[in-house]
Every structure is written in C-alpha cells, then in structure tokens.
C-alpha cells in the first residue's frame, strides 16, 4: 500500500513553455501533498504544501505564479512550471501524507529538462 | 530551512558498521526521520524518531537526543547495496519536512 505516482517520469521542454507535472496517490487519501525540487547532489528543498481544496502555502523564495499547485482532490496534485527556463531544469519529487500518521510517501519523481 | 546539518560524505567497509550523524535546531520539532536515496531516484523511509533513545529496525537504528538536537542514524553489516545517500529530515509543525543537505556513503568491499 501506500503507493504515490509521478507523471511524467521526465520531461523536455522549450524555454518560455509551460509544463505539468502530476502527482497521484494510488491507495490511499493524501490530506496533504508536499512539492520537492532537488538539484544534482543537493538535497530536497520543500517548495510548498498543499492540502486538498486550499491554497497551497509557498516556501520562502518560491515564485507562486511560476510554480501553481493545485491540488483539486484527495487523490491528485499538479504542479505547473509556467514560463520554464534552464535554471528550472531539475527533478522534482512530491510526496503525499495520509494525515494519520506523520510519514509521507514519496512518488519517483519528474526530471525536468529545459533547452 | 532549520538548519540541519550533516556530513557530506563518508566512506566504510563492506561487513562494518557506520554512524552517520544529523543536528538541528529544536524549535517547531515534532519528529526526525530518516531517509534513503539511491541516485536518481526518489527516498525511502528507514526509521523515525519521536522520543528520546534508540529505535531499532534491523540492520538500521536510529536514535534522538530532543535537548541536543541530535539523532544518527547506525547501519550494520554494511552491504555494498548500502551504497546511496541518507538524508534526515525534520518534521516542523506537525506538517512539513525540512531535510538536510544528505549524506553520500560509499561502502566498498
């Protein structure tokens, strides 16, 4: 159980393109859905939280008209890079908490590539 | 952040048994977790930590210290599948993780 997908797995994209990232919870109902962007041998920085059917809260130094978070459902999460440039390229992980217990699962990822 | 901190990267022997460390500071903290992370792809949870002392999982262990802002993570019999990056995060609030900056272990033979 407990089981968190990605979609896609990797993306490439043009500068100046928007791209959407999804983040579903497969068996079970996510509360709170957390967005993660890891640069090449750094750790996971926390973008932002969101719980489902609010406003996601942004970390200190996160664009929230770059970065929309939607999480419209208990089980489904998107992220949206609007106006990707090269500096955006990462891999960007989310993970899901059930709110019953304090862990969270993560999903495999998304490597985004912009040219 | 709330500045956590642990070693960048540490070497042991394949059969050995390594501690890698993690401190942070205490306030908002509700829990220290432990994470692995296999390049290029997403972590795994190991163990947690709530209260004070040692949580045993195998050959993972985990302990906390709340009034030192202290936890580490023990791994024994060292396999060379061990190899991988081990992150340690810290609830705040009861609803985010903030994670350190990871610990690059190479086990060799």
């Known amino acids: 159980g407990a089981v968190v997908s990605q979609h896609p797995s990797w993306v490439i994209c043009k500068s100046g393109t928007s791209v959407k990232i999804e983040c579903r919870s497969l068996?079970?109902?996510?509360?709170?859905m957390f967005w993660y962007r890891q640069f090449p041998k750094q750790s996971l920085m926390l973008m932002a939280t969101?719980?489902?059917?609010?406003?996601?809260?942004?970390e200190q130094g996160v664009e929230k008209d770059k970065f929309l978070i939607n999480h419209a459902s208990l089980t489904l999460s998107t992220l949206t890079v609007t106006s990707a440039h090269p500096e955006d390229s990462s891999f960007y992980i989310c993970s899901a908490s059930s709110g019953t217990d304090y862990e969270q699962y993560f999903g495999p990822g998304t490597r985004l590539t912009v040219t | 952040g709330q500045n956590i901190d642990q070693p960048t990267e540490m070497t042991a022997t394949e059969g050995a048994i390594v501690q890698i460390n993690c401190t942070y500071q205490t306030s908002g903290f509700n829990g220290l977790f432990w994470y692995q992370q296999h390049a290029g792809e997403a972590p795994t949870f190991l163990s947690y930590?709530?209260?004070?002392g040692l949580e045993e999982k195998g050959r993972f262990s985990s302990f906390l210290s709340r009034s030192k802002g202290y936890s580490y993570l023990l791994l024994k019999e060292l396999q060379m599948k061990d190899s991988a990056s081990y992150l340690c995060?810290?609830?705040?609030?009861?609803?985010?993780?903030?994670f350190g900056s990871g610990t690059k272990l190479n086990v060799k033979p």
């Open positions: 068996d079970f109902q996510a509360t709170t």
């Open positions: 930590n709530v209260l004070d």
């Open positions: 995060a810290y609830l705040y609030n009861f609803n985010k993780f903030y």
């Open positions: 969101s719980n489902e059917g609010s406003k996601a809260t942004y």
